[in-house]
């Protein structure tokens, strides 16, 4: 396939921008605090936190670097997983609720936009976990994650 990537929207866009991801972090959470398994893990969380992860997931998806600019980037979000020694049920469990939440809210169905998804929050949930682990020495100096479309691209013509 042949595309021009110029006229290709970035993953963000496509979902609706900021708004669709706040929206989608919102029910999310709701969902989160219902769950025995992991409700649990953000019994404390901060009230902003459903929009600092909407902010972190737009960044990721192209959209503006409000992460990195009034949050503290990749860094900090790393910091906020150390010692929790998730598991790999928790970790599907967020990785489930989240693919629901994304139904619930009318997130993008298309094949392309859900792979691309899917395979973010695959990686992500995983990274997660790994650096979760009591003796994770995850390198604090990584950059901020860029993910885009993959191989299937939206046809633009
Ligand atoms: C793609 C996967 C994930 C992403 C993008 C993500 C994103 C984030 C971000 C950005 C923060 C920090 C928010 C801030 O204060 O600025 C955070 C905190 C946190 N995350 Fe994750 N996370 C992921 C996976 C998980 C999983 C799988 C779990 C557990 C099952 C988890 C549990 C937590 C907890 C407990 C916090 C701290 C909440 C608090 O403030 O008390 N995360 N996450």
Redesign the pocket.
């Known amino acids: 396939m042949t595309t021009n990537d110029e006229n290709v929207p970035t993953l963000f866009e496509w979902a609706g921008g900021a708004e669709a991801f706040e929206r989608l972090f919102q029910a999310f959470y709701q969902r989160v605090s219902k769950d025995e398994l992991?409700g649990p893990?953000?019994a404390?969380?901060?009230p902003g936190?459903p929009r600092?992860?909407a902010a972190?997931?737009g960044e990721v998806f192209g959209g503006p670097a409000t992460?990195s600019e009034t949050?503290g980037g990749h860094a900090?979000?790393i910091s906020?997983?150390l010692g929790?020694a998730?598991t790999e049920e928790?970790?599907r469990?967020?990785f489930n609720l989240l693919i629901d939440t994304a139904d619930e809210v009318g997130l993008p169905n298309d094949p392309e936009f859900r792979s691309a998804f899917v395979g973010?929050?695959e990686w992500?949930?995983r990274m997660?976990?790994v650096f979760s682990q009591p003796d994770a020495k995850p390198n604090m100096a990584e950059p901020m994650p860029k993910w885009g479309w993959g191989e299937v691209k939206p046809w633009t013509g």
């Open positions: 992991i893990l953000f404390h969380m901060d936190h600092f992860v972190w997931l992460y949050r900090h979000m906020r997983h929790k998730l928790q970790r469990r967020w973010y929050l992500g949930t997660a976990l």
